[in-house]
């Protein structure tokens, strides 16, 4: 086991009406105005809105609206964040929503603190150095940016899909209540459980280093993503499938599982940014379609580790039959496992390996994810 920092000062407040503390803890922080962040109208149709309005008014706090933010973030509404947030003097950020308002709300909270444009801070020309505060509530369990200090947004100008990452950026406080979360379709309840497990296969698989332990709690909360995945599909409303979904998707991305672990890369995310940047899928669609692809090519690299997969989480022997096993569940649950499913033809195939070399390069492994690589896993999709 490697040498490790782990440090995570977000404060989870998991459970039923925990999102009517929203004010309390705003204020707690000294925050008197924010910038309230979310995607669609349901949280208006569902009542939330005005549930974390009225919190917010009993403590004396302002807000000024941002609604709109769509599920692949775009930094065009970064940039109006940014500007919002400046022109009414904002202490705080606040998002009400899935990752990718979390994820718009942590870039905008950096940008709102840099000179220059906001895209600066994601292609490398700036360094993040300050953030404003941020808060969460969240509506969907799937990328567990309310426990990180990561954030991934697109360039609606450019089609680039790039992300960030600073200590600043964690949240202050995420409330975490699984009953708001019942709205969520069949469809990004699916592409949510895809999204949770691509971001524990990464460094389970890639790892030069990696323990026992980790891997026996990646195989955990693997386990637990396909059971109340499968509870969720059957009743929408099992409070306690739903509460295990969204503890397993915090999890699954806040240091825990790959603290010990040492060379490991994220080959999966760095490929699937570019399907979303050029095609504007869901990012759990199209991890679902790039995984198994990806570990086809890349089986052989790690034999023991994909047969301990195979026979932890699914109860087979060989890596072969694990990769089966978990296409067939995607498709089992319904959740895209090929290029055409999206929409993606073989004839799209170079202008997308043409974009991932810029997300391969961002993440580090060039010399092994070359245009040669990249083709041979993507035709693997189709």
């Known amino acids: ?23 309390q803890h705003l204020a707690g922080h000294g925050i008197k105005k924010v910038l309230l962040c979310y995607g669609s109208e349901r949280i208006k149709r569902e009542g939330l809105f005005d549930l974390v309005g009225k919190s917010l008014a009993e403590k004396g706090i302002e807000w000024v609206e941002l609604g709109g933010i769509v599920s692949n973030p775009v930094i065009s509404k970064v940039r109006e964040g ?5 022109a009414h003097q904002v202490d705080a950020i606040l998002s009400v929503g899935g990752g990718s308002v979390l994820d718009s709300v942590k870039a905008i909270a950096a940008g709102v603190l840099h000179d220059g444009d906001v895209w600066d801070l994601f292609v490398g020309k700036a360094r993040i150095e300050f953030a404003l505060p941020l808060f969460a509530i969240l509506t969907l369990a799937a990328t567990g940016s309310e426990m990180n200090p990561g954030a991934v947004v697109t360039n609606d100008e450019t089609k680039e899909k790039f992300f960030i990452s600073n200590p600043a950026l964690f949240p202050r406080v995420s409330i975490v209540n699984p009953a708001l979360m019942q709205g969520v379709t069949r469809d990004y309840l699916v592409y949510s459980a895809s999204d949770v497990i691509a971001h524990l296969i990464e460094a389970y ?12 709690l990646v195989e955990t909360l693997i386990n637990t993503v396909i059971e109340t995945t499968e509870a969720l599909l059957a009743d929408p409303a099992d409070y306690d499938a739903r509460a295990q979904f969204a503890w397993a998707a915090t999890l699954a991305l806040n240091g825990l599982t790959y603290s010990g672990a040492a060379g490991f890369s994220y080959p999966n995310h760095a490929i699937e940014h570019s399907l979303s940047a050029l095609f504007n899928v869901p990012h759990g669609a199209g991890l679902s379609v790039v995984v198994p692809a990806w570990m086809k ?9 994909f047969e301990r997969f195979a026979k932890s989480v699914f109860g087979v022997e060989s890596s072969e ?15 895209p496992t090929r290029l055409p499913q999206l929409g993606i033809k073989e004839t799209d195939l170079p202008a997308i390996v043409e974009n ?3 997300n391969v390069r961002i993440f580090g492994i060039t010399e092994t994810y070359t245009p040669e690589v990249v083709t041979v896993i993507l035709k693997n999709a189709l």
């Open 1 to 23: 086991m490697e040498n490790f920092t782990y440090f995570n000062p977000t404060k989870i407040e998991f459970g039923t009406g925990k999102e009517q503390l929203i004010g």
């Open 356 to 358: 991932v070399q810029k």
């Open 321 to 335: 039959q694990g990769i089966a096993a978990l296409q067939g569940w995607y498709n089992k649950i319904g959740t």
């Open 297 to 305: 090519w890349y089986a052989g690299r790690n034999p023991a580790q």
């Open 82 to 86: 940014v500007a919002l947030a400046r």
């Open 205 to 216: 698989f890639t790892a030069t280093v990696h323990p026992k332990l980790q891997s026996r």
